[in-house]
């Protein structure tokens, strides 16, 4: 099994609809975060958690929420989706202080 | 803010040589360097730290001037596994969220 597993791994969905990205590790990390990869852009991170009980935003938060409901588990919403939200969505993982990331496989998101 | 990175595409014939540079605005406490192969998730190289020395990863290596605040990744001798896109992370320190750069596409043909 995969250190980290999102789901689902494509979705299409209507503009103004409400859509729920999630992302579970089994790494027994507390770092989470979500980033966004569109073409020319890299990656840019959207909400990071260092702990159940501790959010940040990251660059590019608006129109984003998050949920950190266990230390595996960070999911991410939208809470009114727009076209220019379309984009691959990826879910990291860390351990504490300067320590490799481990990414999920993506989200592929369009929203019509 | 995103650190910079050059060149933002390169092709290479298998053998020769490549730099792929990061550059920050920020003073760095780190740089990590990750490859990304078309439809995968970025997969981690290597970390370099404030002070410490350069890194090495079989034929690939990078370097970090902190007065400069910038990095740079040396692939040699690339083969065509080395394909794809390079991303450069930041650290400042503190919290130690990663600002990652826009990418550098490489593509090495044959």
């Known amino acids: 099994d995969a250190d980290v597993t999102q789901t689902p791994r494509n979705r299409i969905t209507k503009t103004g609809k409400r859509i729920m990205l999630e992302c579970s590790q089994t790494?027994?990390?507390?770092?989470m975060y979500w980033y966004r990869q569109d073409p020319g852009l890299g990656l840019r991170l959207i909400y990071y958690?260092?702990?159940?009980?501790?959010?940040n935003k990251g660059e590019i938060s608006d129109g984003y929420s998050v949920s950190r409901q266990a230390q595996a588990k960070f999911s991410l919403s939208l809470e009114s989706a727009i076209p220019n939200q379309t984009a691959l969505y990826f879910c990291?993982?860390?351990?504490?202080?300067?320590?490799?990331?481990?990414f999920g496989q993506g989200t592929r998101l369009t929203v019509v | 803010q995103q650190p910079v990175q050059s060149p933002q595409a390169v092709i290479l014939r298998e053998g020769e040589d490549a730099v792929i540079n990061c550059s920050s605005s920020?003073?760095?406490?780190?740089v990590h360097w990750y490859r990304q192969k078309h439809g995968e998730a970025p997969v981690f190289l290597m970390i370099?730290?404030?002070?410490?020395e350069q890194k090495g990863h079989e034929k690939i290596s990078a370097s970090f001037n902190e007065k400069k605040q910038q990095s740079s990744l040396y692939l040699t001798a690339s083969q065509l596994s080395y394909s794809g896109t390079y991303f450069c992370?930041?650290?400042?320190?503190?919290?130690?969220?990663?600002?990652f750069g826009t990418g550098t596409k490489l593509q090495v043909i044959p």
């Open positions: 990291a993982t860390s351990g504490w202080g300067d320590t490799e990331a481990f």
């Open positions: 790494k027994g990390h507390d770092r």
């Open positions: 958690s260092f702990d159940v009980k501790d959010i």
């Open positions: 920020k003073a760095l406490y780190s």
């Open positions: 370099l730290l404030k002070g410490g």
């Open positions: 992370g930041t650290g400042s320190g503190g919290y130690q969220k990663v600002t």
